[in-house]
């Protein structure tokens, strides 16, 4: 447990070493809200493979918090969510790193799970 309160999740158990490994909190039923990716230092690239592996367990609607210090992050979240059919929902305001929302739907194309910026075929 967290200081908040929140169990935090490894979201990758064979991440890089050396790396910040992404964190997985709230969402679940005794906890509304959003589900919190926290990616910490990580680059885009890796965010967007962790995104793509958490939105695919999640029902359509959740409402994704995706935490990223990489300054690509508020270019390439908006054209991933274009290429898949989520939800840019844009900046979180009022937090201390920056944070993106993402909802997530039903009717996503599906994407490579090593390169989700490369649409697969349905």
Same mark, same amino acid.
């Given at each position: 447990?967290?200081?908040?309160?929140?169990?935090?999740?490894?979201?990758?158990? *064979?991440?890089?070493?050396?790396?910040?490994? #992404?964190? @997985?909190?709230?969402?679940?039923?005794?906890?509304?809200? /959003? @589900? $919190? =990716? *926290?990616?910490? *230092?990580? %680059?885009?690239?890796? !965010?967007?493979?962790?995104?793509?592996?958490? $939105?695919?367990? !999640?029902?359509?609607?959740?409402?994704?918090? =995706?935490? #990223?210090?990489?300054?690509? #992050?508020?270019?390439? !979240?908006?054209?991933?969510?274009? !290429?898949?059919?989520?939800?840019?929902?844009?900046?979180?305001?009022?937090? *201390?790193?920056?944070?993106? #929302? @993402?909802? $997530?739907?039903?009717?996503?194309? %599906?994407?490579? /799970?090593?390169?989700?910026?490369?649409?697969?075929?349905?």
């Amino acid at each position: 447990m967290t200081e908040s309160g929140m169990n935090d999740t490894p979201m990758n158990d *064979d991440a890089p070493a050396g790396g910040d490994d #992404a964190r @997985v909190s709230g969402g679940g039923e005794s906890q509304p809200g /959003p @589900v $919190v =990716l *926290d990616g910490g *230092d990580r %680059r885009c690239v890796q !965010l967007l493979i962790e995104l793509r592996r958490l $939105v695919t367990d !999640l029902p359509s609607g959740t409402v994704v918090h =995706l935490i #990223a210090t990489d300054p690509a #992050a508020p270019i390439d !979240l908006p054209a991933w969510c274009h !290429l898949t059919g989520h939800h840019y929902l844009g900046p979180v305001p009022g937090n *201390d790193r920056p944070t993106y #929302a @993402v909802s $997530v739907q039903a009717d996503a194309r %599906r994407t490579d /799970p090593q390169a989700p910026w490369h649409s697969t075929p349905s």
